[in-house]
């Protein structure tokens, strides 16, 4: 069974960092792509950021670029993104995903969300 389980969201100030994590099981972890989005209220779930099965790749939002890192460590199943300078538009559900390409087709799989709220 495909699971991918988001966790780390909390309501931070603004400024503020978090790490957000998505652990997975049941799929070869190392074969997929893996990504963030976020959804903020009344908006379309956007892409956050990507990264290759290597991590020999990645790619960002340009509203995030300079202040979010997404890293992978296969030896765990694990994908994380690490947030800093947050701002109140960042404030959303952010989900993990697994993809079989880097670009191009569509999500496998989708974890839950986890909610980040960024606020004073």
């Known amino acids: 069974q495909v699971q991918l389980v988001e966790s780390g969201g909390d309501l931070v100030q603004p400024g503020g960092s978090l790490r957000l994590s998505c652990a997975t099981s049941?799929?070869?972890?190392?074969?997929?792509?893996m990504s963030w989005y976020r959804q903020a209220p009344g908006k379309e779930r956007e892409l956050v950021a990507r990264?290759?099965?290597?991590?020999?790749?990645?790619n960002y939002a340009e509203s995030v670029k300079g202040r979010f890192t997404i890293s992978r460590d296969n030896s765990k199943n694990t994908v994380y993104l690490r947030m800093n300078s947050l701002k109140p538009e960042d404030t959303a559900v952010y989900y993990c995903?697994?993809?079989?390409?880097?670009?191009?087709?569509?999500?496998?799989?989708w974890g839950q969300g986890t909610q980040v709220t960024v606020s004073s």
């Open positions: 995903a697994a993809r079989t390409t880097y670009w191009g087709g569509e999500e496998s799989a």
């Open positions: 990264i290759s099965m290597l991590s020999a790749s990645t």
């Open positions: 049941g799929f070869t972890f190392s074969h997929y792509a």
